[in-house]
């Protein structure tokens, strides 16, 4: 199966409109979410046949949508699988994730990572 970067974009304003013009063009790039405020968006999105729709999901949605599929797994197996050190390594190099985020200022990310961090130790008490 062939790996697709999924990407998010805001703003559409000159920068914004070349950006996506090349995203557009890359097989290996899956645009999952456009947003803008800009004036001349409408005139985009009709030279462009972009039909706009109202927002579905939530910020976070949008952060888990452009996740690669592998990031739920550790060395190849899903958290339900890991045994009791596998799954505390997995824990740890999601927190090291975390903290990069938190650092990058991508507090959102930084978020969701901490909400699954909190559901693996839940998990890992049961064990």
């Keep these: 199966m062939e790996r697709k970067i999924r990407v998010a974009m805001l703003g559409m304003g000159n920068m914004g409109r070349t950006h996506i ?32 729709q109202t927002i579905k999901k939530s910020v976070r949605e949008v952060i888990e949508a ?23 390594e997995y824990i740890k190099k999601m927190e090291k994730e975390m903290k990069q985020a938190a650092k990058m200022m991508e507090f959102e990310y930084a978020a969701v990572l901490r909400d699954q961090i909190i559901k693996l130790r839940g998990s890992e008490k049961g064990r």
Excluded at 69 to 88: F, I, N, R, V
């Design 21 to 52: 013009a090349q995203l557009r063009k890359m097989d290996d790039v899956e645009v999952v979410a456009l947003c803008s405020v800009t004036d001349d968006a409408k005139k985009y999105n009709e030279e462009n046949g972009i039909t706009p």
């Design 66 to 88: 452009t996740k690669p599929a592998e990031d739920d797994s550790y060395e190849g197996k899903s958290p339900l699988e890991l045994t009791k050190k596998e799954l505390a």
